[in-house]
């Protein structure tokens, strides 16, 4: 059993497009996240959730929407998709939101956007 | 902003040789965890520090963590073919009950049979 998972694996997309990537875990943790990684491997948080709310959110384009509509489900939607969002995002979780946790990462979802 | 900065960028090695990475934050940390991400794939945990000067080993990984709290490094021995990949720290802050992590920029590493 994966442990979080992620869909698709692979997006590719024309820019302008709308466009969703779904995570869930079953790992029974409470807090989940969404990371950005670039080009040059560079990791970015955009977004926390802890048990369905908010904890996180970074200087992220309002195109980005994360939705957690339970606490192992985090799906993150983008609106009117640009090259610059071409990227690999990873979904990732943690025990809690305690300062000693660490994240479990899901397979991650390559957007590549044309 | 807290930053985490890790060098070298890159690194080759050829097989056998030594591989060090070392990773220093603008700010006192509560904890530092290193992850390793293997080509195509996803970071996974290795290990984690907390206490100030400690020294943990992994096999031939052995990690440290400054007495400041401010910087750590991974050190590999005699690498090997299985050992290629990024190598990220990531840190948390000193004082924040939650707080995000914040990872390095990695260090890529290629070994050379």
């Known amino acids: 059993d994966t442990a979080v998972s992620q869909t698709p694996k692979y997006l590719v997309t024309q820019m302008g497009n709308d466009k969703s990537i779904k995570c869930e875990q079953n790992?029974?943790?409470?807090?989940m996240y969404w990371y950005k990684q670039d080009s040059k491997k560079f990791l970015k948080i955009m977004f926390s959730?802890?048990?369905?709310?908010?904890?996180i959110n970074e200087t992220v384009p309002n195109r980005f929407s994360p939705k957690s509509p339970d606490k192992a489900h985090l799906n993150l939607h983008i609106n009117s998709l640009e090259l610059g969002d071409s990227a690999v995002y990873f979904c990732?979780?943690?025990?809690?939101?305690?300062?000693?946790?660490?994240?479990?990462f899901g397979a991650g979802s390559r957007l590549t956007v044309l | 902003g807290q930053q985490v900065m890790q060098i070298p960028q890159y690194q080759h090695v050829q097989e056998g040789e030594d591989f060090t990475t070392y990773c220093n934050s603008s700010?006192?940390?509560?904890?530092i965890q290193w992850y390793k991400q293997r080509p195509g794939g996803h970071p996974v945990f290795l290990i984690q520090?907390?206490?100030?000067?400690e020294v943990k080993k992994q096999k031939r990984l052995t990690f440290q963590f400054g007495e400041a709290k401010k910087n750590s490094s991974l050190h590999i021995t005699a690498t090997q073919t299985t050992d290629v990949g990024t190598y990220f720290c990531?840190?948390?802050?000193?004082?924040?009950?939650?707080?995000?992590?914040?990872f390095g920029q990695g260090t890529i590493l290629t070994v050379h049979p």
């Open positions: 990732a979780s943690s025990q809690d939101q305690s300062g000693a946790n660490v994240l479990t």
């Open positions: 790992l029974g943790h409470d807090t």
């Open positions: 959730y802890n048990n369905k709310e908010l904890i």
């Open positions: 700010t006192t940390l509560s904890n």
């Open positions: 520090l907390v206490k100030s000067g």
């Open positions: 990531a840190g948390r802050p000193l004082g924040t009950s939650y707080g995000k992590l914040t």
